[in-house]
């Protein structure tokens, strides 16, 4: 039977000033809090004073959802009760989320957007130079063994059969095999639990990425009196680019998926694939990629998650709605099911 797992793998990349997690962008030092930025927002970076570093994002914002300043030397402030999202471009991708009262320096207009810059402060620690994917692995010279290695013996059983079509293929097309280079824990997430340990040598081929690391699929045997069925049926492991790539296979289907919470929010003629006026979660992930998820939940379910600090993480059993909204690239979930160990 096939094993999809998940390892990390060197990527070819080039050098780019982002965030390797989520924050909070704060006015000064330790400062009021002006709104979030996602794990691997790019940002331009400034001063650097002790564990904090200055930087500067810029980027466009809905008109309706600011207005007119004069203050300390300001052009804008965010008017939206909720805050609003500040993004790549005009219905592009969200680059940060500025909460309400936040000061803004105007750049430029179009067609109801604006186009925004502010500089505030981030911890020191989450500066870094992130790997841009390419869609290929760096080669890896293999240092020839001291002695030819023993032949393994042929396993006894069926012949194997071929893996399946990997739902997110490799630039061009191309099939991209690997091997592990050393002992690798195998997680069932990027960053999750713990399945089993990868041999060195062992063989298989990329599947999906999210952030730096791969999934990749393997094919083995294991004796079917020491399998059983899954207790729920959630798929782990499937990211958001899979759905968006393959929905005829995703949407309906039960996912496992850890987020970061940040607000409780309702639906509203821009996101038509959510019914007017449905509360749901605005999440950033599935964990680590930096883009978002719609959650919808019954409203008799919202309580457990009023008391929720903002970027708090959370694993949730989803049902996929849609894979992405008409504006953005979001995907639509409905939830399942909260995984032991979140709010209950």
């Known amino acids: 039977m096939a094993l999809v797992l998940l390892a990390a793998s060197p990527l070819c990349a080039q050098g780019r000033t982002t965030l390797s997690d989520a924050t909070e962008l704060r006015r000064g030092i330790g400062g009021i809090v002006l709104g979030t930025l996602p794990d691997g927002a790019r940002v ?18 809905i008109a309706t959802s600011v207005g007119p300043t004069a203050r300390d030397g300001f052009d804008l402030i965010v008017t939206a009760t909720d805050g609003e999202n500040m993004r790549e471009a005009p219905n592009g991708a969200v680059l940060a989320r500025f909460r309400k009262g936040t000061l803004l320096r105007k750049l430029g207009a179009r067609s109801g957007w604006v186009r925004i810059k502010r500089t505030g402060w981030v911890p020191r620690r989450l500066v870094a130079t992130a790997p841009i994917e390419t869609g290929a692995l760096a080669p890896r010279q293999n240092p020839a063994p001291a002695k ?9 059983g069926p012949a194997a059969r071929p893996a399946a079509a990997p739902s997110a293929p490799a630039a061009g097309g191309d099939e991209v095999r690997v091997e592990a280079a050393k002992a690798a824990t195998l997680a069932a997430t990027p960053e999750g639990g713990h399945l089993a340990t990868l041999e060195p040598g062992a063989s298989g ?19 079917e009196a020491d399998l059983k069925p899954a207790a729920d049926g959630a798929q782990i492991g499937v990211t958001a680019a899979e759905v968006r790539a393959d929905p005829q296979r995703y949407v309906g289907q039960t996912l496992e998926w850890r987020v970061q919470f940040i607000a409780i929010q309702t639906a509203d003629e821009l996101r038509s694939e959510l019914p007017a006026g449905q509360p749901f979660l605005l999440t950033r992930g599935p964990l680590p990629e930096p883009g978002f998820v719609y959650v919808i939940v019954p409203r008799g379910q919202l309580a457990q998650f009023q008391a929720l600090a903002p970027l708090q993480a959370l694993t949730l059993r989803v049902v996929i709605r849609a894979p992405r909204t008409r504006y953005l690239a979001t995907p639509v979930v409905e939830l399942a099911g909260v995984v032991p160990g979140g709010p209950q």
């Open 44 to 61: 331009s970076t400034g001063r650097t004073q002790g564990a904090w570093t200055e930087v500067t994002l810029s980027g466009w914002i």
């Open 148 to 156: 030819p290695a023993a032949p393994k013996p042929t396993p006894r």
């Open 205 to 223: 081929r990329i599947v999906g990425r999210a952030g730096d690391w791969v999934r990749v699929q393997l094919e083995g045997w294991v004796r």
